[in-house]
């Protein structure tokens, strides 16, 4: 087993963790998570650390190893203090509501639209322009972040619809007389 390029994860005391053999598990306050890893990668567990080894240093393990601890480390990172995801809403009349745990969205259409939150998911809506998406899996949040965008992309010409907090929309110049 090759330590090349080895960085550990540390594991925080209020973080459980179950290795079985293409599986591991983590538990943490926030919620338990589970990702499949590639049979080729070892998942350690020594003291308070997370160790992931590769066979061999050819291209596709170090490739493999790479992905396998980046997920792993989002894991623990997520079981402990979570991901969130903010988006802006930019336009007269656009704005959205919580209805219960599900999202409901007034964004120019002739109907509003409702978006259920999936499991270990929350929404905040701290101002009806501004939603916050909170959860465990960084993938999940990032999923539903893009769901919601999805809805009414921003568009060129006068900046209208669901963006990222921060994302730059490059404007176009209308028909002119």
């Excluded at 745990?101 to 998911?121: C, F, N, T, W």
């Amino acid at each position: 087993m090759s330590r090349i390029g080895r960085k550990p994860i540390p594991v925080p005391a209020s973080v459980s963790i179950s290795i079985e053999p293409e599986l591991v598990t983590v538990n943490g306050p926030k919620g338990e998570l589970q990702e499949r890893i590639h049979r080729d990668m070892t998942v350690a567990h020594e003291g308070d650390e997370l160790i992931v080894t590769r066979p061999t240093d050819r291209g596709e393990h170090r490739a493999l190893h790479g992905l396998t601890r980046s997920l792993v480390a989002n894991m623990v990172e997520g079981v402990t203090t979570g991901f969130t995801k903010t988006l802006e809403i930019q336009g007269v009349g656009y704005r959205a509501v919580l209805k219960g745990k599900d999202l409901e969205l007034a964004l120019g259409y002739s109907h509003p639209i409702s978006i259920p939150a999936p499991d270990g998911i929350e929404f905040e809506v701290p101002v009806p322009t501004r939603i916050v998406v909170k959860g465990a899996s960084k993938q999940v949040v990032g999923e539903t972040a893009a769901l919601i965008r999805k809805q009414r992309k921003p568009e060129p010409y006068k900046g209208k619809g669901v963006r990222y907090e921060g994302e730059y929309v490059a404007r176009k110049v209308g028909k002119r007389a």
